[in-house]
């Protein structure tokens, strides 16, 4: 079992930048592969970035690919979401998920065996 915790949302103008943690509690943190989804009001869950469980390999979707950069740090269970050159339509709930296939970085919400709350995220124009 782990239990997902995000915190760093908030509110930021056009072009600012946001750093979104997970803390992971519970064991084996380390082998899960991690990711991060958004849904914004009205709207399906999106994927927005995976990491390995090393930290390997990483995945990006297309909008966020050159912005947002995804990390982990094992020995604290975080993985990290860095946004930068934040957009008005990036606005969303973003949550973390963790993978127990570890290897891999999925993109389906449905490889992911536990989900965290999810922080708000809004940008301003």
């Known amino acids: 079992q782990v239990q997902l915790v995000e915190s760093g949302g908030g509110l930021v103008q056009t072009g600012g930048s946001l750093r979104l943690s997970c803390a992971a509690s519970g064991r084996s943190f380390s082998s899960y592969a991690m990711g991060w989804f958004r849904q914004a009001p009205g709207k399906e869950r999106d994927f927005v970035a995976a990491i390995s469980w090393t930290g390997a390999s990483t995945y990006y979707a297309d909008s966020v690919k050159g912005r947002f950069t995804i990390s982990r740090d094992n020995a604290k269970n975080t993985v990290f979401l860095q946004m930068n050159s934040l957009k008005p339509e990036d606005t969303a709930v973003y949550s973390c998920?963790?993978?127990?296939?570890?290897?891999?970085?999925?993109?389906?919400?449905?490889?992911?065996?536990?989900w965290g709350q999810g922080t708000q995220v809004t940008v301003s124009s």
């Open positions: 998920a963790a993978d127990r296939l570890g290897t891999r970085t999925a993109v389906r919400a449905s490889d992911y065996d536990y």
